[in-house]
């Protein structure tokens, strides 16, 4: 544990280097010690995870704040910590060669490790006082980090809907946390869990809004659908390892938190509340999908993708929670690992396609997908990893998105088995959902490959891009990308170091080591397996195979070549003749954006005689955003209003505070 602790420390010290006034190039060594503290994270956490290493994990000195903080490691923790280092070092690579440089470097190199710092808290706390402390510090060093560009209102916009997203779910999850301890008020997890299991104090009610308040709390950070506008908006204001870190890692912090109050310390939890979970996550995944495929811009539309995804973590974490309620504790087992590994695969490659977007911004100047073009010719290496990076999002085998979400449609598909009618509806409802969501997402991610980096280039700084692959960035893409085809070929390894976390929640371990090297087979009665390597030895074998056919008959033929066919008019090189991205997503937009966003098409003609150009407008409708302006607006009356306080005498504060405390009474007295 002093290796752990050294680390963290080392975290603040990085923050403290960045803050200070020297050097020509201060992130060189603010990153290179970031990466030094990731390692040592890794290397502390890893043992708890593997069998036979500390079977509780280890507890930090509890004495740290006032006597009440604690902080401790055990394999959910564990699991967390292995994810935010593994992506931190990858993305700490990239940082060193990233050629943005920002206005205001200082501020950056201050909060950036304080951002990870803030991050590694709220896993390591043991206390409900500690981890609130860190999500909250999490969100404001993030509000930093949004705002260094805060002379441009879209920044700022960005930023002040991203902090009152944060503070939102920071304000839920202290009073889903002060009603799970009752009167006792311990907020330390083990005083916590005392509680869950001498009983439900304050009634149903008090343990019902508990889990309403932790969904709501958690779903802000994580981007749940209808709490997600803030992530597509943030990732368009931050630079390339930032957005990788705040759309990988971020919502990640709070999927723990939700799996640490729903299935460590609320205790037993009703089946409804898990078929309304994985809804909830159903909703998400195709949502998102749908969001993204109205987006232009590169990192706003990864931004969607993530809430998608985040969706799809969801439902495992629903599943696992309906069939735990039912006593189905090896399915229950099998939606958690489908859950916790989905997690992992989409730290990887979200953060390998925000980067590489960032080496296009570096390179082009460019994030609008409709200015790209033919980038294949111009970044070849970037070109190569973004494709991995859209195979494993697509959920295309042999990568590993495939793998978590295969495993998710087996837990799916043994809802049948649950003892509720809701846990039987809910199953066709989510899949039919996620294939939807599957559906779209391959469906934009062809939209988003062939219109940046196939055809030809649509603008003069697309032809002309270059600078964007250093050693740096290109390594740390590499690495992501082998990563993503390593677990999908070879997820066994993986699989089997979840086993921890899943034993911690008293569901039946999943026998994945008694299977084959070649096979991972969840449900071994139900004869359903998976081969990675089978199947990407078969992909490669039929590939070759079908090459040479091709080449042995048709080798003698001469080669024909001919002008590109426009439509049966002469061949031009104007790049407008092409799909744009919003051609493209014509089709779904007017399927479902009528209906979803009330989308509206205007196109406006000449007349005769007129030679000026036609028009064509979409105008788009977000549900979701009304939420927020509403939430927006009430806060703006409240700080109005508190703002006058400060011109009338201190007689009204006085009569206001007298007000409060004869409220708190009235209701401390009613809760009894």
């Known amino acids: 544990m002093q290796t752990l602790l050294l680390a963290q420390v080392g975290l603040l010290a990085a923050g403290i280097l ?47 704040f006032w006597g009440r903080g604690r902080f401790q490691v055990d394999a959910l923790s564990a699991f967390f910590l292995t994810v935010f280092s593994t992506v931190v070092i990858a993305v ?45 510090f999490t969100a404001l060093a993030s509000w930093f980090l949004v705002t260094e560009r805060h002379h441009e209102t879209e920044h700022r916009r960005a930023a002040h ?18 009603l799970l301890a009752g009167h006792q008020g311990g907020f330390a997890f083990a005083e916590l869990r005392d509680a869950a299991s001498a009983g439900r104090e304050g009634g149903e009610g008090n343990f019902h809004a508990a889990l309403l308040l932790t969904v709501l709390g958690t779903g802000t950070l994580a981007g749940l659908y209808p709490l997600h506008p803030w992530l597509p908006r943030t990732l368009a204001a931050a630079p390339a390892h930032v957005a990788a870190l705040m759309s990988g890692l971020l919502p990640k912090a709070a999927i723990y938190v939700l799996i640490r109050l729903l299935f460590d310390l609320a205790g037993e939890i009703p089946w409804g509340w898990g ?45 696992a929670l309906l069939f735990r309620a039912d006593g189905l504790m090896e399915l229950s087992g099998l939606a958690l690992a489908a859950a916790l590994f989905h997690t992992l695969n989409h730290a990887l490659f979200n953060s390998l396609l925000l980067l590489g977007a960032g080496a296009i911004h570096t390179a082009s100047g460019q994030r609008n997908l409709e200015r790209m073009g033919g ?58 959902v996620l294939i939807l969501a599957g559906a779209l997402t391959v469906y934009s991610f062809v939209r988003v490959y062939g219109v940046a980096f196939l055809g030809r280039p649509r603008t003069v700084a697309a032809a002309e891009s ?61 004869e359903v397996s998976y081969s990675g390597l089978l199947l990407t030895a078969a992909a490669v074998g039929f590939t070759l195979l079908a090459t ?61 005689g007129d030679a000026s150009p036609a028009a ?15 939430a927006d607006r009430g806060v703006a009356g409240a700080a109005r209003w508190m703002d006058r306080l400060s011109s009338f005498s201190v007689r009204i504060p006085l009569l206001l505070l007298f007000l409060t405390l004869i409220l708190l009474l009235i209701l401390t007295w009613m809760s009894r």
């Open 275 to 319: 078929a309304a979970l994985a809804a909830a996550g159903g909703v998400s995944a195709v949502m998102g999908a749908l969001y993204a495929l109205r987006q232009s811009d590169l990192n706003p539309l990864l931004g969607d993708h993530a809430v998608s995804h985040i969706g799809v973590i969801v439902v495992g974490l629903g599943l």
């Open 18 to 64: 960045g803050g200070l006034p020297w050097g020509r190039r201060p992130h060189l060594p603010v990153h290179g010690l970031i990466i030094v503290c990731a390692a040592l994270t890794l290397s502390a956490v890893l043992p708890v995870l593997t069998p036979g290493g500390a079977p509780d994990g280890y507890l930090l000195p509890p004495e740290w």
């Open 466 to 526: 270059k600078g964007g692959e250093n050693p740096f960035m290109r390594g740390s893409m590499g690495f992501l990308a082998f990563l993503c085809l390593a677990l999908g070929v070879f997820p066994l390894p993986a699989l089997t170091l979840l086993n921890r976390v899943i034993v911690g929640f008293s569901c039946a371990p999943i026998p994945w080591a008694e299977a084959d090297w070649l096979l991972i087979a969840p449900l071994p009665e139900a």
């Open 92 to 136: 700490e690579v990239y940082a060193l060669g990233y050629g943005e440089r920002p206005p205001e470097p200082r501020r950056r190199l201050f909060f950036y490790p304080l951002f990870l710092l803030g991050m590694n808290v709220v896993v390591l706390a043991d206390d409900a006082f500690l981890l609130i402390l860190g999500w909250e």
């Open 616 to 630: 064509f407008h979409v105008q788009w409708r977000d549900p979701a955003r009304s939420w927020f302006r509403l």
């Open 375 to 432: 980038l294949i010719h111009t970044l070849p290496a970037t070109a190569v990893y973004f494709l991995g990076g859209v195979a494993a999002i697509a959920s295309l085998p042999p990568f590993n998105g495939f793998v978590s979400q295969w495993l998710t449609f087996q837990a799916l598909l043994q809802t049948p088995l649950a003892n509720h009618w809701g846990g039987r509806v809910i199953g066709p409802f989510v899949g039919i």
């Open 548 to 608: 040479a056919a091709v080449k042995l008959i048709f080798s003698t033929a001469p080669v024909r070549r001919a002008d590109p066919w426009e439509g049966g008019r002469p061949p031009s090189d104007s790049p407008t003749s092409q799909y744009s991205a919003s051609s493209f997503a014509q089709p779904a937009r007017r399927f479902f954006g009528e209906i979803l966003f009330q989308a509206r098409e205007t196109v406006e003609l000449p007349g005769p």
């Open 161 to 178: 809907l991203f902090l009152l997203t944060a503070l939102g779910g920071g304000l839920a999850l202290i009073l889903a946390f002060g």
